[in-house]
């Protein structure tokens, strides 16, 4: 991602994440059916780096963002943890073979030997990277690792305990330094969001809803992390506050390599935030790229539907503004095909039938919608040729991108 | 009949009820020394010196303290600024929503369209303050309170709408869309359409004929076709509710024009009243009519500030009139046969109320419950509920707060359009700046519980003044711009208990002098409409 080409090292790499809340119902509560809140979800995080996930609610943001900590274990999926790159290339051309279905588990069904080769291969690299397959121990130690800071500051804090103890829990809890050592190290958390460290000795209510969410991030800090969700961590601030906040995540970040994933259904803030955004559509990733692309040349409808319905603080700014009709369908019963076709302002009549393929449609910008149907290099498309090939040639390009 | 809406409008000759009897005079009353003060032609509603505190166990937060403001006929004036700083309790004092205890309105003035909606309030309570705790002990007077309650129901939901933050608390769950919005129209709108129902005529000559052409163009199938002929069967029998009610039904039975028939032969029989439901309409509507005129009296009992108690009394005594025919409607399955009509009347305007807010399948909605909606519907529906009386100041609190952006550009979209068909003043109150941006006209800043900066939009975007507002306009992220380091004031919003004395600015103000933490900096005047409340400027003296 920088300039230079070499890549950092990879903290978690997602493929094919799904979850799939079972509705129950009729004759002693069997399950009717499934909300597939998350449907086959893939990105790399790398160290030191902001993702954006955006998408508008319901459509399986922060059931991501729990999957990535295993508070909610996925249906199917995996996230590999710190992958070396030799892996992350073999994962990459596995996948590639896959039948996008699958999902990476045995529960596919494998077509001949060969794609049965490539799953058993699949399966090993999983035990040994992912995070799915730890046991309770290993994941116990990488919780350390992967942290969370979340929405609500004001229902996050346990009202009951001392800021002190609050901060000091998850190195007990970990074992980490002697009691001095604990003391000192809270005193320095208090320092690094900017609070002072007479705070401890108070308790969350004592508080503003600022300073609560940076409590939050420092109880997130606490047992030096690699990698912190940020579930919306500014929606319940004022802005003048949010800028506060913004501002200390942005510092933490740089003195300590941290990789975020920055959830948010609010893309001013998330362009302020993220090197990378990935943006969600009911359950599914609908584009993929860097921030400065994503947001001066937006390639899905959903995307610029998504963007031109912000309004921007500047009364003379007259704008072309895309207004969606109608709600999210529900995730129980996604449309068949494009899962945006029922609002795009673009369908087309094949958009109804096929499920667009992730391409990369330009340099480290994906893009799934059957108006960019050729990638820059075909190879990079994970659909096998023969499902994506015939609707899709005489898919007209009519949209372009702005 | 006169129309149902009858309030007397502020400047343009309120005509004011001999204090016997509460019928309206055609003279113009000359204006008493207090409406003298009142807004001039183009102000609907005139806010001065507004002091609301709420009594806690904590002691006095004085949530809001001196707010001044205006509000211009059809036109948006937004109220922004953080959490706490007493927008929303502005909205509710206005039309005295305030939860009481333990929130109180201490002083000030609401003039809207010359009614002084503060009406009564230096009754209502005692105030002991309890020696060195700086706690007071308050006394109220609930039937004073209930007295104002009634008086403001002339003003509530009719002339002065709100829409609420969280339309999933707003709306009731037990009944249906349809119920609750026509028990709003009912109540304001209710005389004009019971005297629309009886004055149908489903055997009028041309309703055959617009029957026939219906049939035509439902075979057809095309939308606007079958609408436009829907309405003309509807004007036809001179019922519009028949039009909307036909239209259904036909797109419902495009293919199968025999059942069509049937249909519209149905909805033309519940037309025909027979003489026992219209002598029970002529009962809701007299019901309904004494109602008004009580609430004509109240009004202009707060326009002018005289009371007109005998003319109060009688109307009341005849609103609890109960005669044995008026106790047979009383009885529950005598009342649902009569009303039948009148309820089938209201759930088809209903329906075009919905269509209004771009909801695409009203029938189903208007049957549905609240919590069968999301969020950005239910707001529709909300906006169409505090629309349907044809307000003349609709109060939006957070109207797109609890919404996605998607949907919040589908609400804004329909509130600008509604600014400019309808002509509705808008006191729009929001935290988002860019909200402000991009549909009010007017802004007013609010920090702490007073108004610091206020003036046309372009004005304040473009050249803000007070430092609150500069570290405001710094803090927001832009999308149409790279990011950088955001801007952020340092500092949070103050306890309101214990205000900072001075400008309530100063502990975080850049610029603080020594002047501003003694004296409150009086409103100055810069610029055309611009007025900030700040020592850093000196220009001429704005008063309250």
Redesign the interface.
């Known amino acids: 991602m920088n300039a230079e080409g070499t890549e950092p090292p990879v903290v978690l790499s997602v493929r094919n994440l799904r979850k799939y809340f079972p509705i129950r119902g009729g004759f002693f509560g069997t399950r009717v059916g499934d909300v597939r809140a998350v449907d086959g979800v893939s990105f790399d995080i790398f160290e030191g780096e902001t993702i954006g996930l955006v998408g ?2 319901g459509c399986g943001k922060t059931t991501v963002g729990r999957m990535l900590l295993r508070l909610i274990e996925p249906t199917s999926g995996h996230a590999y943890y710190r992958p070396t790159p030799e892996v992350q290339d073999r994962l990459d051309v596995l996948y590639r073979q896959l039948p996008a279905t699958t999902g990476g588990d045995n529960n596919g069904k494998a077509k001949g030997p060969a794609a049965e080769q490539t799953i058993q291969e699949l399966d090993q690299l999983a035990t040994k990277y992912s995070l799915y397959r730890k046991s309770p121990r290993a994941m116990r130690k990488l919780r350390g690792k992967l942290q969370i800071v979340f929405q609500d500051p004001f229902s996050s804090l346990s009202p009951r305990m001392l800021i002190k103890d609050i901060l000091s829990e998850p190195l007990e809890v970990h074992h980490a330094g002697t009691r001095a050592q604990r003391a000192a190290r809270v005193t320095q958390l208090l320092k690094d969001v900017g609070l002072n460290p007479e705070h401890e000795w108070r308790f969350p209510h004592e508080f ?4 609560r969410q940076r409590i939050g991030i420092a109880r997130a800090l606490a047992l030096r992390p690699e990698f912190i969700v940020l579930d919306e961590p500014t929606s319940a601030l ?7 906040v ?2 200390i995540l ?1 510092r933490l970040q740089a003195d300590q390599r941290l990789a975020y994933l920055f959830i948010s ?1 609010h ?3 998330v ?3 993220s090197h990378r955004v990935v943006v969600m559509y009911l359950g599914v990733v609908v584009e993929t790229a860097l ?2 692309a994503l ?1 001066t040349q937006p390639l899905h409808p959903y995307t610029q ?13 007259k704008r072309e ?1 895309v ?6 369908p529900s995730p129980a019963a996604p449309p068949s095909g494009c899962r945006f076709h029922t609002r795009c302002p673009a369908v087309m009549p094949v958009c109804s039938q096929v499920d667009p393929p992730m391409l990369e449609v330009r340099s480290r910008h994906w893009v799934a919608c059957h108006l960019y149907p050729q990638g820059i290099h075909d190879t990079t498309s994970r659909e096998p040729a023969s499902d994506a090939a015939d609707p899709l040639a005489d898919a007209p390009m009519t949209a372009t991108a702005t | 009949m006169p129309a149902a809406v009858a309030i007397p409008s502020g400047a343009n000759a309120a005509p004011l009820p001999d204090s016997r009897t509460p019928r309206l005079s055609a003279e113009p009353v000359a204006p008493l020394a207090s409406v003298d003060a009142a807004p001039d032609d183009s102000t609907i509603l005139k806010v001065r010196e507004l002091r609301t505190y709420f009594y806690t166990y904590d002691g006095v937060v004085k949530a809001l303290d001196g707010v001044t403001f205006r509000v211009h006929r059809g036109q948006t004036t937004g109220l922004v600024g953080e959490t706490g700083c007493g927008k929303s309790v502005t909205a509710f004092s206005i039309t005295r929503l305030i939860g009481d205890p333990p929130g109180r309105i201490m002083s000030g003035e609401v003039l809207f369209q010359g009614a002084d909606l503060l009406w009564g309030l230096g009754d209502e309570a005692k105030y002991f303050p309890i020696a060195d705790s700086g706690r007071v002990k308050v006394k109220r007077k609930f039937r004073r309170i209930k007295a104002a309650n009634e008086r403001m129901s002339a003003v509530r939901g009719r002339s002065i709408s709100t829409i609420f933050q969280e339309p999933t608390q707003a709306m009731n769950p037990v009944f249906s869309i349809a119920d609750q919005l026509s028990e709003v129209l009912l109540l304001h709108r209710g005389m004009a359409i019971i005297d629309e129902l009886m004055a149908a005529t489903p055997d009028s000559p041309g309703v055959g004929k617009a029957g026939a052409e219906l049939i035509d163009a439902a075979r057809s199938g095309v939308r606007e076709e079958i609408k436009a002929a829907a309405k003309k069967f509807g004007a036809a029998a001179r019922a519009p509710s028949l039009g909307t009610q036909a239209f259904y039904i036909a797109r419902a039975t495009t293919s199968r024009p025999e059942e069509l028939r049937r249909e519209l032969g149905k909805s033309l029989t519940r037309l025909r009243l027979n003489s026992t439901i219209r002598r029970y309409l002529h009962y809701q509507r007299r019901q309904l009519e004494i109602q008004e005129k009580l609430n004509e009296v109240y009004f202009s009992e707060m326009t002018d500030r005289a009371p007109h108690t005998v003319a109060r009394l009688g109307l009341r005594r005849r609103a609890g009139q109960l005669g044995l025919t008026h106790l047979y409607y009383r009885i529950p399955f005598f009342r649902a046969r009569l009303s039948n009509p009148l309820k089938r009347e209201l759930f088809w305007r209903v329906v075009s109320l919905l269509e209004g807010v771009s909801i695409a399948n009203p029938v189903q909605i208007a049957r549905g419950y609240p919590h069968e909606l999301s969020g950005g519907m239910l707001q529709r529906v909300m906006i169409a509920m505090s629309l349907s009386s044809e307000p003349d100041l609709l109060i939006a609190d957070e109207p797109t707060t609890a919404l996605d952006v998607t949907i919040q550009a589908q609400i804004l979209e329909l509130m600008r359009d509604l600014k400019s068909r309808v002509g509705t003043a808008i006191l729009l109150i929001t935290h988002d700046l860019a909200v402000i941006a991009e549909v009010a006209d007017d802004v007013c800043v609010m920090y702490a519980g007073r108004i610091i900066e206020q003036g046309p939009v372009r004005e304040i975007f473009r050249r803000p003044l007070h430092p609150y507002s500069q570290g405001l306009l710094a803090s927001i992220p832009r999308l149409d711009q790279p990011s950088k380091e955001l801007a952020s004031i340092p500092g949070s919003v103050p306890n309101l208990i214990n205000p900072p004395t001075g400008c309530r600015f100063h502990p975080r103000c850049p610029y603080a002098m020594p002047i501003c933490k003694q004296e409150i900096p009086p409103m100055t005047s810069e610029g055309p409409g611009h007025l900030v409340a700040c020592y850093l400027y000196q220009g001429p003296v704005v008063p309250p």
Do not use: W, Y
């Open positions: 508008e609610s503003s809803g600022g300073q004022d802005v003048s506050v949010q800028a506060q913004l501002n942005k259904h893309l001013s803030v362009r302020a935030m921030t400065d947001f539907a998504l963007l031109s319905a912000i309004p921007i603080p500047d009364p003379e700014l503004r207004v969606l009709q109608g709600d999210v």
